[in-house]
């Protein structure tokens, strides 16, 4: 047992833990956790600079952008030579459809006036024709010649169709038509006879009953 007296003033040695090694490394030496805050940092500045630039509006990229004049001229060429063409290309079109529908109504008129002669039983009334008023203005008036053949009842008719439309000015067109029709009521009796005579004869001559 220690019965030494103990000095008041004499304060008791505090024990302390031995420093880590990065105490000793030097100031000017910094850590690689404050280097990468300064590169985020540096980079958190940099990008409102980049923003700005693209709002700026003389910057190169908006110039760049821009139209000049040459190319403008040359759009409103382009643009005006294909509405040009395409303007001919409807025209045309129009003009054909009118076109098709004129020679449809001209070819029923003149179908409608050979059936009118076709009809007509009596052969001077079918040479002197007749005339009659088609739709949308049009004035056809149409006449036949008739000639007869070598065999009875057969006649050759040379048609003719003339059509004139007012709403054109008057102006007139003439369609000919040249066929062949049997109509014994247009036949000469007396013309009749003697071609059937004829006919026998040479039915007969070919046959060798006659010389």
Not at 36 to 51: D, G, V, Y
Not at 122 to 135: L, Q, S, V
Not at 152 to 171: N, R, W
């Amino acid at each position: 047992m220690d019965l030494r007296p103990r000095d008041p003033a004499r304060p008791e040695p505090v024990k302390t833990s031995p420093l880590p090694p990065s105490a000793f490394r030097p100031a000017s030496a910094k850590s690689p956790r404050l280097r990468a805050q300064s590169k985020i940092k540096n980079r958190e500045s940099q990008i409102p600079l980049r923003h700005s630039a693209l709002r700026t509006p003389h910057s190169a990229f908006a110039r760049a952008r821009a139209f000049s004049l040459l190319e403008v001229l040359v759009a409103l060429m382009i643009f005006a030579l294909a509405a040009v063409v395409l303007g001919a290309t409807y025209v045309n079109v129009l003009n054909s459809y009118e076109a098709v529908s004129r020679g449809s109504a001209r070819d029923e008129d003149v179908a409608f006036a050979r059936a009118q002669l076709l009809a007509e039983p009596d052969r001077a009334k079918a040479e002197a024709g007749a005339e009659f008023d088609a739709p949308e203005g049009r004035r056809v008036r149409w006449t036949a010649t008739l000639a007869s053949t070598t065999l009875p009842d057969l006649f050759a008719v040379t048609f003719v169709c003339e059509i004139s439309d007012s709403a054109k000015g008057g102006d007139s067109q003439k369609t000919t038509q040249t066929f062949t029709v049997l109509r014994p009521t247009w036949s000469d009796p007396v013309e009749k006879t003697q071609l059937r005579q004829a006919v026998q004869d040479r039915i007969a001559e070919l046959q060798g009953k006659k010389k």
